[in-house]
């Protein structure tokens, strides 16, 4: 089993959708959660942290995080055309090393 | 400058020579971190420093070498480098590792080229 798995892209969803992308992860004493956002041929963005279980919104973002199902998801509103990117899953595990998933790779179409 | 800050961005390198890689940080963070992009796999750490203590080294070959003068900057000393190890170098930065909250932020990374 991989450490950490993202659903498998790519993904198209059309502009205004709800974009919703899904991980789940293996180390049960990860304690932080990450959601990063990597356009082509650039670095990984932080775009959204969460520490608790539930549901956390920032913008058009929330991040939900289930510790019990080791299971931690990304839902963007209103999706946009510059949403389109691949987004990386990062759990901080046990030691707190983060452990990138192989991202999942988003298309808004306009 | 702000953030982490990343150079060269592009380096095209022969399997003899030796080159460096330069990060440096500007957030006020203790840990630094080394990463290899591959195409189409999971971003891989190599090297963690925290404190200017290497606390990392994820079985890397000896033909990479990082350094760590101070908390603020990090080098990458690369030498007879296979084709294999092409990809986009990156380095990021932590307030602390193993710390509470360790959101990673990182440069733009070094697309470099073995030929």
């Known amino acids: 089993q991989k450490e950490v798995e993202q659903n498998s892209g790519p993904l198209s969803v059309p502009e205004g959708a709800i974009a919703s992308l899904n991980c789940t992860y293996s180390d049960r004493g990860s304690q932080s959660f990450f959601w990063y956002r990597q356009y082509s041929g650039k670095s990984p963005e932080l775009i959204m942290s969460?520490?608790?279980?539930g549901d956390k919104e920032d913008g058009r973002f929330t991040a939900q995080l289930n510790k019990a199902s080791q299971y931690v998801s990304l839902l963007i509103r209103d999706s946009q055309p510059s949403d389109s990117a691949t987004y990386l899953c990062a759990p901080g595990g046990s030691a707190r090393q983060l452990t990138f998933g192989s991202g999942t790779q988003l298309t808004v179409l306009p | 400058e702000t953030g982490v800050t990343q150079t060269p961005r592009h380096l095209v390198m022969g399997m003899t020579n030796k080159k460096s890689l330069k990060c440096e940080q500007h957030?006020?963070?203790?840990?630094m971190y080394w990463y290899k992009q591959s195409a189409k796999k999971p971003l891989e750490l190599m090297f963690v420093?925290?404190?200017?203590?290497?606390?990392e080294n994820n079985s890397v070959p000896s033909r990479f070498s990082p350094e760590c003068p101070n908390s603020s900057h990090l080098f990458l000393h690369l030498h007879t480098l296979q084709p294999e190890d092409s990809a986009l170098y990156l380095c990021?930065?932590?307030?602390?590792?193993?710390?509470?909250?360790?959101?990673?932020?990182f440069g733009p990374g070094t697309r470099l080229t073995v030929l």
């Open positions: 420093y925290n404190f200017k203590e290497q606390t």
């Open positions: 990021a930065s932590s307030q602390d590792y193993r710390g509470g909250y360790n959101e990673q932020f």
């Open positions: 969460i520490y608790s279980n």
């Open positions: 957030l006020g963070h203790n840990a």
